[in-house]
C-alpha cells in the first residue's frame, strides 16, 4: 500500500516562529488532507489540497504531486497551534478510497 | 451546516460489555467511514459504508466488531464484548455523495471522536 512519512516527528517552537512541516506519499494521489489533532483529541481538517496552493490565516500548506510531497506552513505560531499534526492521503479514483495518515508530527509551541 | 457529529464523545465500559458508538454525517453526504486510533499511533482504516450497504470492512477485526448504516438514523460501530486492547479513539469520517469513479477523490470531514475505555 501506500507510504506516508511526515516529518520533523517532533518540533519545538516559542510562540511566534515559523515553521514547515513535511509530507512524502509513494505514488500518485487524489486526496491530500492535512488535519489538526488538538490535545483534547480533536481532528480538525485543516487543508484538502491534492495540489496546488492554498492559505488560511496563518497556515498555508502546498502540495507538489508530481514530486509526491506537501508542505504546511504555520506563521507567527501560537500556543494554540500545540498538537499532531497529519497527514493523509488516498489514490481515489473509486476503489482506493481509504485515506493513509502518516505519524504525525507532534508540535509544542511554548509561550 | 452541522459538521460530522458523533456521540458520545466518551464512553467507558467494563469487559466483557458491549459498545455503540454513532455518528450522524454532514447533511448531503452519503458515504461514512470509521477509523480507529491506538495510542500513540495515527488513524487506521476500519470499514467504509454507504446507506444499508457495506462497502468495505477489510480494516475490521473479524470477531466483535460490527457496523451499519441503516436508511434511517445514524451510522452504528458496534463492539461486543470489549476487551482492553479495543481502548481507543474511534472517528467517523463522511464525504459529499460522488459518482463511483470519484468515490476517495473528494475531502472526508471528520468528528470529533469518541474515546472508549475498557475497564
Known amino acids: 500500500g501506500i507510504q506516508v512519512e511526515q516529518s520533523p516527528p517532533d518540533l519545538i517552537l516559542q510562540e511566534g516562529a515559523n515553521s514547515t512541516l513535511r509530507c512524502n506519499f509513494s505514488d500518485s494521489v487524489n486526496n491530500l488532507q492535512w488535519f489538526h489533532q488538538n490535545p483534547w483529541g480533536q481532528l480538525i481538517n485543516l487543508f484538502y489540497i491534492p495540489s496546488g496552493t492554498k492559505q488560511n490565516g496563518r497556515l498555508s500548506a502546498t502540495t507538489v504531486a508530481t514530486e509526491r510531497y506537501s508542505l504546511l506552513y504555520i506563521s507567527s505560531s501560537q500556543t494554540t497551534d500545540s498538537g499532531v499534526y497529519f497527514c493523509?492521503?488516498?489514490?481515489?479514483?473509486?476503489?482506493?478510497?481509504?485515506?493513509?495518515f502518516g505519524k504525525g508530527t507532534l508540535l509544542t509551541v511554548n509561550p | 451546516n452541522a459538521g460530522v457529529m458523533q456521540n458520545p464523545r466518551h464512553l467507558v465500559r467494563r469487559r466483557g460489555q458491549e459498545a455503540r458508538l454513532r455518528c450522524s454525517p454532514m447533511k448531503g453526504h452519503s458515504h461514512v467511514y470509521w477509523y480507529r486510533q491506538l495510542p500513540e499511533e495515527g488513524l487506521k482504516f476500519m470499514v467504509y459504508?454507504?446507506?444499508?450497504?457495506?462497502?468495505?470492512e477489510s480494516g475490521m477485526p473479524k470477531e466483535r466488531f460490527s457496523a451499519e448504516f441503516p436508511k434511517e438514523g445514524p451510522s452504528i460501530l458496534r463492539i461486543q464484548q470489549v476487551v482492553r486492547g479495543d481502548s481507543a479513539a474511534y472517528f467517523c469520517?463522511?464525504?459529499?455523495?460522488?459518482?463511483?469513479?470519484?468515490?476517495?477523490?473528494?475531502?472526508?470531514?471528520f468528528g470529533q471522536g469518541t474515546r472508549l475505555t475498557v475497564v
Open positions: 493523509a492521503v488516498a489514490i481515489g479514483g473509486g476503489s482506493n478510497y481509504k485515506l493513509t
Open positions: 459504508l454507504q446507506k444499508e450497504n457495506i462497502i468495505d
Open positions: 469520517a463522511s464525504s459529499p455523495t460522488t459518482s463511483w469513479a470519484a468515490i476517495g477523490n473528494t475531502e472526508a470531514f
